[in-house]
């Protein structure tokens, strides 16, 4: 808890974004409006019924890296996802512990596969840019570099000035996790139900809570 710095992943630990816009059916659209291109073929059986947008989005950028098709799959994305703010679900406990954790001097920052854009519009919507602010790393045009690459989480480690073990990562998926070990930065897993909390006990997750009111109420009786 007495981390200096604590990077977090955005939709899951923050909020659940796509809790009133199914992200289902965006990742069913995006493969609608690639076949409605004649791209079919692009996909593998797999990777369209996959029911996951950003599962779509790498799948075509890794045949069509850097192309104008990637870079128009990724904004509709980003628009759908900035859609998705309007009703998407703060995490209990979330905003306390994101204003506790910077009252008490830690410096946060956010790494994460959706768009910047996304998490400046929600920040703001929850008054809660300042506690981050500048320090917001997501999706670049460079697809290859999400997570589970540590590329965002790096970015953020250089722009603080943070040693990678004197931080923390908390986030919900497996590629969080990973990313968080190629950067060398100690984890700490939020599941909120028992499918994704065995999800990263699959990749070795050694701490995880199924809720951040602990975790809160330990860093307010260190505080």
Known sequence: MNARVVLWDFDGPICRLFAGHSAERVAVE?????????????????ERQSLDPHIVLRAVDRRHPGSDLVDELEER?????????????????????????????????????????????????????????????GRTQTLSRLKPDPHCLTRALSAMGSAAPAALMIGDTPSDLLAARAAGVPFLGYARNERKAKLLRDVGAETIVNSLQPVLELLRSHA
């Open 77 to 137: 994305l980003t628009q759908e996802e900035l859609r998705a703010t309007s009703t998407a679900m703060p995490t209990p406990y979330a905003d306390p512990l994101i204003q506790t954790w910077r009252a008490v001097g830690s410096r946060l920052a956010i790494a994460t596969n959706n768009s910047p854009r996304v998490v400046r519009a929600y920040l703001a919507s929850r008054g809660l840019t300042s506690c981050f602010a500048p320090h917001i790393y």
């Open 30 to 46: 995006l493969v609608e409006w690639l076949e409605g291109r004649g791209l079919h073929g692009l996909l593998t059986d797999t």
